[in-house]
């Protein structure tokens, strides 16, 4: 049974690029969420994705952007961007209903740095 | 707006002592907490979910409690090893009727010495 891939595992861009993280979640999870995991600190919730909807957004400019397909993979895109977007990209996938009531499966991430 | 502390920041032992890691969040309106294990560098994995009607959760070595009204939760470890050294991060899911977006803290570094 396949966990939640993350692909690229390591990403350099330059300051004003712009990027895409990919996530395929756990096999039969119909939930993607992404957080940003500064050095040192606790993971920040972005966004949620269910049914192909954008479902819940944290505190994030609207530079971060997202997609699921209708596999249930999703993509989060990040537009100019800055130096403090420097950061390990953690995907996250839960199945609406279960009987282990939303538990959330990581991915393994994808560390960006932006020069 | 939920917070979520851990204490304390860090904590070195030696191996085979018993330790508790701690965990508070400010609003005990959750739909349940989780313990998560974090290598450096590396994904989340999840130890222990504790739903809001539950006292508490076993794994193994490891027992997690939660006291809702009081805003606290506790992770055991029994018998640390050193392959428990890694950082150990809670995270609270609020009492929504949809989304499952979790509040983290910020994490207890552990070392556990041989």
């Known amino acids: 049974d396949a966990g939640v891939t993350q692909s690229p595992t390591h990403l350099i861009k330059t300051r004003g690029q712009q990027v895409t993280l990919r996530c395929s979640p756990k096999?039969?999870?119909?939930?993607v969420s992404w957080y940003q995991q500064a050095l040192g600190q606790g993971p920040q919730f972005i966004f949620q994705?269910?049914?192909?909807?954008?479902?819940q957004r944290g505190n994030f400019p609207d530079r971060f952007s997202g997609h699921q397909f209708p596999n249930y993979s999703s993509e989060l895109n990040v537009n100019a961007l800055l130096l403090g977007d420097s950061a390990l990209y953690l995907c996250?996938?839960?199945?609406?209903?279960?009987?282990?009531?939303?538990?959330?499966?990581f991915g393994p991430g994808t560390r960006l740095t932006v020069t | 707006k939920q917070e979520v502390t851990q204490i304390p920041a860090a904590l070195s032992v030696p191996e085979g002592e018993n330790l508790v890691l701690n965990c508070s969040f400010t609003?005990?309106?959750?739909?349940?907490l989780q313990w998560f294990r974090q290598d450096p560098g590396k994904g989340l994995t999840s130890l222990l979910l504790?739903?809001?009607?539950?006292r508490e959760q076993t794994s193994g070595r490891l027992n997690a409690s939660l006291d809702k009204s009081s805003g606290r939760s506790t992770l055991y470890i029994a018998a640390s090893q050193p392959g428990d050294s890694a950082t150990y991060l809670c995270?609270?899911?609020?009492?929504?009727?949809?989304?499952?977006?979790?509040?983290f803290g910020e994490g207890t570094q552990l070392t556990v010495n041989p």
């Open positions: 996250a996938s839960s199945l609406v209903g279960t009987g282990r009531k939303y538990e959330q499966y």
């Open positions: 096999s039969g999870h119909d939930t």
């Open positions: 994705y269910y049914e192909e909807e954008e479902r």
């Open positions: 609003d005990s309106a959750i739909y349940n």
């Open positions: 504790i739903q809001s009607s539950q």
């Open positions: 995270a609270v899911r609020p009492r929504e009727t949809s989304g499952s977006r979790l509040t």
